[in-house]
């Protein structure tokens, strides 16, 4: 089948440009060799045959590879140009991240969400966004388009050993998600090639993944690729399912600009044969196009890729000060709202107050969901902080995860650029380190690197914390490390309302949030944490982040020695109990969230009372309770009476499940009281 004279017209065009800004890149290597970057060369035939077939309903997550594809929806090279050399303009990220990493929300093209450069990263957010379109169209959520939306995540072949590529394809054949995974194999890793590194290709790996439909062609033919293209992608807009297509094309530039091809490269030769280039230039000639015609075209594309880069190299760099902006999203919630504590028959456990805000959320929000291991209607969570939430809104909002914490946590990337709000669990704490990636690297700085224009709205609940010997996998506390992850929002409440206002905050705040759920307080069994109890509050209570709670206040003495306790989750019970017979010496300020931080609340304290005590439930070396005590000697010295101190778990790698030896590496209300004393008595 021969294609329409226009197509061939506007691919060749594209492709000129893409080759163009190659060879404009390598004519000018010391200039633009100043940040890393690649090119699309060797690939561009199957990138545009892509591009050509997307809508502005579409979304698409691009690997690093892929200028061409960006060119096919209409991008200009002066906006790549801009990313190239890191300008304060530069339209997808305002000079943060590399070349050819796109972030895109114009109304006329395809939607692009922000995704890292880390291979393979953003199949579990493209996936996440294709699950958010089933979702919706399941639940009766339609968008107003005449045609279906799908979602498109391009690979280099190399990236499709990555374990988190099997997390995304598991999900989309599991669910039959509208997706299009486009893997570009050219053969090689970086200096690997495919024979050492691979025990299959894409096509032939996709065949374990039952409900996936794969295909594999030439992928340096742009007839032979738009064809099979139009044809996916038809097919997925119109029946809902996943496909993967493989495409083999030659790699005919550098890895990047820091990794030359001579370098290691034995099939140079053999990669020119297989350049897209002459081959559509061909099936011009074949459709009637004159050479003249064609060189017009060629001539065209390398006059508008030089005047591109000659303005491209005047433009503006970003000032000192760009450096600040979209760190986070505004959230409108800045103000405590609601009534805290009503009068109420029967006070509430802290479990059934998260339970409840999400049950209110999800009555209010249609677009609200929640997902994660066990959460479903058989169970409604290991800690029953589910239960009944699918027999009320349903197993499309309220539904089982595989054990894929990666997925889990990333896949809320792609329902939050969509319009949904995910809320989803990690089952415990200990669990979470290989949800840690997709957090770090997708999560936490999608709204900076994409400045500013895609935040990801999710809420991601941790049970946490040792309680009724869970031994060394289910006692864990994490937050030293979540607290280094700049990006995202850290709740860590000690009390039922608490988790019910910062709940319903994090809601309709427009980022990421954390929220740390202790499991020893979530039924107050463990002595001593009645008061995580509470009268529950009203649906509308909201309790903004970084406001710090003074759990028990004292006066200014003059002659009797007096310190704060720092603390949050379970230390402000051991605080609390400890405390009893000294109320007049003791104050103590409930954190509530480790990030944004109340320092104002804390040095306030600190200043008053002349001496600190910071307890935590982790082990204090390296700790987030030690970065603590340092911000508060460096702001309070003067103030101070005593060197600030900490008091938390044993130094040990892990919670042993022994009671006595559990016991013996936590704090406790009589190892809280002591320090207590020891600090005083200082």
Known sequence: MNLDKSILKKAFSTMATAKAMAMLYEDNFKIVSKYVHATSRGHEAIQIAMAMQLLPQDYAFPYYRDDAMMLGIGMQPYDLMLQLMAKKDDPFSGGRTYYCHPSLKDADKPKIPHQSSATGMQAIPATGAAMGFWYKENTGIQDKNQENPIVICSLGDASVTEGEIAEALQMAALKQLPILYLVQDNGWDISANAAETRAQNAFEYAKGFHGIEAISIDGANFTESYLAIQKVVQTIREERRPFL?????????????????EWYRDDLEEAQLRDPYPVLKQQLLEAGFTKDEIKTIEDSAVAKVQADFDKAQLAEDPKPEDLFTHDFAPTPITEEVGERNPEREDKVVMVDCALFAVEELMKKHQECLLYGQDVGGRLGGVFREAATLAQKFGDERVFNTPIQEAFIVGSTVGMSAVGLKPIVEVQFADYIWPGLNQLFTEVSRSCYLSNGKWPVSMILRVPIGAYGSGGPYHSSSVESVLTNIRGIKIAYPSNGADLKGLMKAAYYDPNPVVILEHKGLYWSKVKGTDAARVNEPSEDYMLP????????????????????????????????????????????????????????????????????????????????????????QENCFKYLDAPVMVIGSENMPAIPLNSTLEFTMIPNVDKVKAKIEALLAY
């Open 545 to 632: 982040f970084g406001k710090a709670n003074i759990v028990q206040e004292i006066w200014e003495q003059e002659t009797e020695e007096t310190l704060t306790i720092i603390t949050y989750g379970m230390g402000v019970h051991w605080a609390l109990n400890a405390s009893v017979t000294m109320k007049n010496q003791v104050e103590i300020i409930d954190l509530r969230t480790l990030y944004p931080l109340d320092e104002e609340t804390i040095f306030k304290s600190v200043k008053k009372a002349k001496k600190c005590l910071v307890v935590t439930e982790e082990p204090t070396n390296n700790s987030f309770a030690r970065s603590l005590a340092g911000l508060i």
């Open 245 to 261: 297509v493989h495409a083999k094309v030659p790699l005919l530039n550098h890895h990047t600009s820091g990794v030359r091809m």
